[in-house]
């Protein structure tokens, strides 16, 4: 039942900021976010709990933070110094009652 619109992506500059949105149809208790580059696993990049707590993946530590917006029912990832090997397709995903719920992906592309 439960549908996420992603939005946010595009293209920036090396050492730009994008933030992307996860918006669900009810509040957002606890989710992730992911990506995948061409021809790479997809891989983890954030993670928020139902209590709040956070966990983020090397690479994105001190750079990216990931939080909720309650008012939106939406989780959010908002991304600082973005680098070329941030380019990749960014999902989220987000738990459900009895099962998780994956966002459509979302480009992001950063240029050198």
């Known amino acids: 039942q439960e549908q996420l619109v992603e939005s946010g992506g595009g293209w920036v500059q090396a050492g730009g900021s994008l933030r992307l949105s996860c918006a669900a149809s009810r509040r957002i208790i606890a989710g992730d976010w992911y990506r995948q580059a061409p021809g790479k696993q997809r891989e983890l990049v954030a993670s928020?709990?139902?209590?709040?707590?956070?966990n983020y993946a090397d690479f994105a530590k001190g750079r990216f933070t990931i939080s909720r917006d309650d008012a939106k029912n939406a989780m959010l990832l908002q991304m600082n110094s973005l680098k070329p090997e941030d380019t990749a397709v960014y999902y989220c995903?987000?738990?459900?009652?009895?099962?998780?719920?994956w966002g459509q992906g979302i480009q992001v592309t950063v240029s050198s």
């Open positions: 928020i709990g139902s209590g709040g707590n956070t």
């Open positions: 995903y987000v738990q459900g009652n009895l099962r998780g719920y």
